[in-house]
């Protein structure tokens, strides 16, 4: 059984570019939520996707964007990137009313 | 508002020793108290949560954690430390144990177990 998967696994993008991680969750699972961990930090929550439709979300400006797929899968979209947005960036899965999430290994973005 | 407090950047301990993580909560509501585990280049993993009941709450690989509402703590704890454990720990407090959840983190402790 898959866990969560992440791709692709690192990117290297240069300001003002446009970006898009992706991420297919665990088996069974229909709610996606993408955190940004930056260097020496605890991850934060961006957005969480339940039905294809964004259900929450954390104190991100709008240039953070996402889409859930019918095969829940989903993407992590963000435009005119800035050098802050240099970061680890997660997903996690979960059933919408599941105590626990898995995260998948990242998406390394690097803005130069 | 949420919030996870770890006031350990970095926990130094010998192999064999006990170990403890410690970790601070501020909730408004009940608190529902995650511990995850992160190596180098890779995502999280979960050991254990707390969501009610037994103030002791036994996870993987050995771990423990005791939760202490007076104290509104949730410390990580292992009998005996292994050169493995090292890695970096994450205390977490979701606000909605049903309704599209999410995760506050605290800023993490990075565990060093020296042989």
């Known amino acids: 059984d898959a866990g969560v998967t992440q791709s692709p696994t690192h990117l290297i993008k240069t300001r003002g570019q446009q970006v898009t991680l992706r991420c297919s969750p665990k088996?069974?699972?229909?709610?996606v939520s993408w955190y940004q961990q930056a260097l020496g930090q605890g991850p934060q929550f961006i957005f969480q996707?339940?039905?294809?439709?964004?259900?929450q979300r954390g104190n991100f400006p709008d240039r953070f964007s996402g889409h859930q797929f019918p095969n829940y899968s989903s993407e992590l979209n963000v435009n005119a990137l800035l050098l802050g947005d240099s970061a680890l960036y997660l997903c996690?899965?979960?059933?919408?009313?599941?105590?626990?999430?898995?995260f998948g290994q990242g998406t390394r973005l690097t803005v130069v | 508002a949420q919030s996870v407090a770890q006031p350990e950047d970095q926990v130094n301990v010998a192999e064999g020793n006990p170990l403890t993580v410690k970790c601070t909560y501020s909730?408004?509501?009940?608190?529902?108290l995650f511990w995850y585990v992160q190596y180098p280049n890779r995502g999280l993993q979960f050991l254990l949560k707390?969501?009610?009941?037994?103030?002791l709450v036994k996870g993987s690989y050995g771990f423990e954690a005791e939760f202490n509402k007076s104290q509104t703590s949730f410390h990580l704890k292992k009998p005996s430390a292994l050169v493995s454990d090292s890695a970096l720990y994450f205390c977490?407090?979701?606000?909605?144990?049903?309704?599209?959840?999410?995760?506050?983190f605290g800023s993490g402790t990075k565990l060093n177990v020296k042989p």
């Open positions: 996690a899965s979960s059933l919408p009313r599941n105590t626990e999430a898995f």
């Open positions: 088996s069974g699972h229909d709610t």
């Open positions: 996707y339940y039905e294809e439709e964004e259900r």
């Open positions: 909730v408004s509501g009940n608190p529902y």
């Open positions: 707390y969501i009610t009941g037994d103030n």
């Open positions: 977490a407090v979701r606000d909605d144990l049903y309704n599209f959840n999410k995760f506050y």
